[in-house]
């Protein structure tokens, strides 16, 4: 039963999944797009590629959400896992280009599934041994942490594979034998990802254990996601603070789109070569990780230093907006100096980011009952990529220079302002949360 497992148990269970889910695809980050290079697709068609595990992520989104409120965490999440396993195989020894896209909509699939379920899990869990009023932003901003520390070292172990391969070529030549070319150095970090994806849904089936959920057909168990779905939605519409969450979400969604669409640009325009440019991006993807797992880590330290998570979330947003703003600044300039404040502006962006994020989510899940948190967190997802994807477009569309990097700028600053001088009383406690205390009522969150 999920509720014999106590606060610390739940925790370190909730970030050993985290860790186990990311790492697969911070493996991807540095080798995916040379591959599919490598198998001979060109830059538009790789575009079309990405494009179709985004729009399946976000096509995805709210109904992965409902199905997770409605039949359980661990099933969905060990779904999620094994969507990852064939996406990254078929990308991995894939050599067409129906292969590999079916290979990103099934990558589009598991992101989909993924975002809610394991975050719900350690929610449900923590509240029904502690009850409703128990800490949670301690093990978010540490689930949080590991995930950007699984992205980072997945980023590094994922361009260094690849090299270091290719400096045997003994080794090298044993890999392929046999393969048809099928099988590159390229592609060992993704077949890595698949292997680590198993070890996640034996993990999940294990380790995340939940109550049964009422005993019905899956017909009638199927028939409740819609309204699941609804209520999600209706909660942003009737909730000031769930609204602001959901807007901020997307405004950090444009800022992240900025960043991953001109920092590659700006890397290899800083370094001379489009190879050299690759290496230093990885290297500040890895760094922008880290930077996003401290901030994660600091996030109930910064909650206390602000005296109050909505607080804090105006201060880490303000971090991240004032780095972006840097990065448009020093666009149009040369020089040592200028790239030195550039990084450290980039390091900003990450560490406020990554603050802000469990403390909002501390504030969604006080906002929302065990039966739509996955939706809820879906919905928050689905925001964050939709104004990511606008945003990605406008800033695409404009010259090189500081303008594209201030329309992300802008976009974070609308988010941050959105909690300039708030403070939202907290509402009396949801009717069917698993453990109501009408104690307590009106004083959660």
Do not use: K
């Amino acid at each position: 039963m999920t509720g014999s497992l106590d606060a610390r148990t739940a925790v370190r269970r909730y970030a050993t999944a985290c860790a186990l889910f990311w790492l697969p695809l911070g493996l991807t980050i540095a080798p995916l797009v040379l591959l599919l290079t490598e198998r001979g697709l060109s830059v538009a068609t790789i575009a079309g590629v990405v494009a179709v595990h985004s729009l399946t992520a976000a096509a995805l989104e709210l109904p992965t959400g409902g199905l997770s409120d409605v039949i359980g965490r661990r099933a969905v999440l060990a779904a999620a896992g094994a969507c990852n396993v064939l996406a990254l195989g078929l990308q991995a020894v894939g050599t067409s280009v129906w292969t590999i896209t079916v290979g990103a909509a099934l990558m589009g699939a598991g992101r989909a599934l993924s975002s809610g379920p394991a975050e719900a899990w350690y929610v449900d869990t923590v509240q029904a041994h502690s009850g409703p009023e128990a800490d949670l932003r301690a093990g978010l901003a540490r689930g949080s942490a590991t995930t950007s520390a699984a992205l980072a070292a997945g980023t590094l172990l994922g361009g260094a594979l690849p090299w270091l391969l290719g400096l045997g070529p003994d080794l090298g030549a044993r890999l392929t034998a046999g393969t048809s070319g099928t099988v590159l150095p390229l592609s060992v970090p993704l077949l890595l990802g698949a292997a680590v994806e198993v070890v996640f849904v034996g993990y999940v089936l294990v380790a995340l254990r939940e109550p049964p959920r009422p005993s019905a057909a899956l017909q009638s168990m199927l028939r409740g996601i819609p309204g699941t779905i609804a209520d999600g939605l209706r909660l942003g519409g009737r909730d000031a603070l769930v609204r602001r969450i959901l807007l901020t979400a997307g405004a950090a969604g444009g800022a992240l789109a900025a960043l991953e669409l001109l920092t590659p640009g700006r890397a290899a325009a800083l370094t001379g070569a489009p190879d050299s440019g690759a290496v230093l991006f990885a290297g500040l993807a890895c760094t922008g990780f880290a930077c996003s797992a401290a901030g994660s880590h600091f996030a109930p330290l910064a909650a206390r230093f602000a005296g109050g998570g909505e607080r804090a979330v105006l201060l880490a947003l303000g971090t991240s907006t004032t780095g972006l703003l840097i990065l448009g600044a020093t666009a149009a300039v040369a020089g040592t100096v200028s790239a030195v404040v550039a990084v450290a502006g980039y390091a900003l962006v990450y560490v406020g980011l990554g603050a802000a994020g469990p403390n909002e989510n501390d504030l969604l899940h006080r906002r929302v009952s065990d039966a739509g948190r996955a939706t809820a967190l879906s919905v928050q997802s689905l925001a964050l990529q939709l104004v990511g994807a606008l945003t990605g477009l406008l800033v695409g569309a404009l010259p090189t220079g500081p303008a594209p990097w201030l329309v992300g700028g802008a976009v974070l600053l609308a988010g941050t302002l959105l909690w300039a001088g708030r403070t939202t009383a907290p509402p009396a406690a949801p009717a069917d949360t698993a453990q109501p205390q009408p104690a307590e009522a009106g004083t959660a969150g």
